[in-house]
């Protein structure tokens, strides 16, 4: 069914984090490809929506997908960025619970889709598969950790400067000026909820970034019109306090 399956593209992993895809073995990828559907999802579209009963799981492809959560207050939190190889929808695909989060399209995205019981079997053959899933809960457990102390010991410019700097490195087109286009349309409430900020904040440092010409922005694209400068700021430099 899905033999044509194949991971690509640009990846946006944190340091020392391997995707899903990477930890199986050929005999696992090849039982997953049997017993999913590849599908094909426009920008913007929605993969899977918060609080639906389904159950199958998905393996990106190629493309990238924000993960969003809808509070009962009705906050809109970004929770994180799934690249090619990342495991999504496992909590309710194998729990059986509503989904906990909304997954959105922010490019192009093709994925594997995988009924619940398909994946559970495959697991069952191949045990790669489950010590995979394992790891990955663990790292983004780790993950989510780490985001929680930087909120708490880091300013919130070195810690938007890193998050740019990542996305540059993963998705960036580099001009000859050294300038480096972002080629994923986030806007300022999906930097400041990756950041752990408040908009008001990134919005106050970013216009302070355009002033000092280190960055252009529009409603939905940044270009980073200063690399070294954004570095010397997540390095926490003498820069870093500005804005």
Excluded at 22 to 29: E, Q, V
Excluded at 32 to 39: D, F, K, Q, Y
Excluded at 97 to 108: D, E, H, N, V, Y
Excluded at 154 to 181: F, K, M, P
Aim: proline share 5%; with cysteine.
């Amino acid at each position: 069914m899905g033999a044509e399956f194949q991971v690509g593209g640009p990846i946006g992993h944190g340091p020392g984090r391997t995707p899903f895809w990477d930890l199986l073995d050929a005999s696992a990828r090849a039982a997953l490809r049997e017993a999913g559907r590849v599908t094909s999802y426009a920008a913007r579209t929605h993969l899977l929506r918060q609080d639906d009963l389904t159950d199958h799981l998905l393996v990106v492809g190629r493309g990238c997908v924000k993960v969003t959560a809808l509070s009962a207050g009705g906050y809109q939190a970004v929770l994180a960025l799934r690249n090619p190889g990342d495991l999504l929808g496992e909590q309710a695909g194998l729990d059986g619970g509503p989904r906990s989060a909304t997954l959105t399209a922010l490019t192009p995205v093709r994925a594997l889709v995988i009924p619940a019981e398909a994946f559970r079997a495959a697991a069952r053959d191949h045990p790669v598969i489950t010590g995979s899933v394992h790891q990955v809960l663990s790292a983004r457990l780790r993950d989510a950790d780490r985001q929680r102390t930087a909120a708490g010991a880091d300013a919130l410019a070195a810690r938007l400067a890193g998050l740019l700097l990542d996305l540059a490195a993963a998705y960036g087109r580099r001009h000859a000026s050294g300038a480096v286009d972002i080629g994923l349309p986030l806007s300022q409430d999906d930097f400041a909820g990756l950041v752990l900020g408040s908009r008001r904040t990134v919005s106050r440092v970013l216009e302070q970034w355009r002033t000092d010409g280190w960055v252009t922005t529009g409603r939905t694209h940044l270009t980073l019109d200063n690399p070294d400068a954004l570095k010397r700021v997540r390095e926490g430099g003498p820069t870093a306090g500005r804005g």
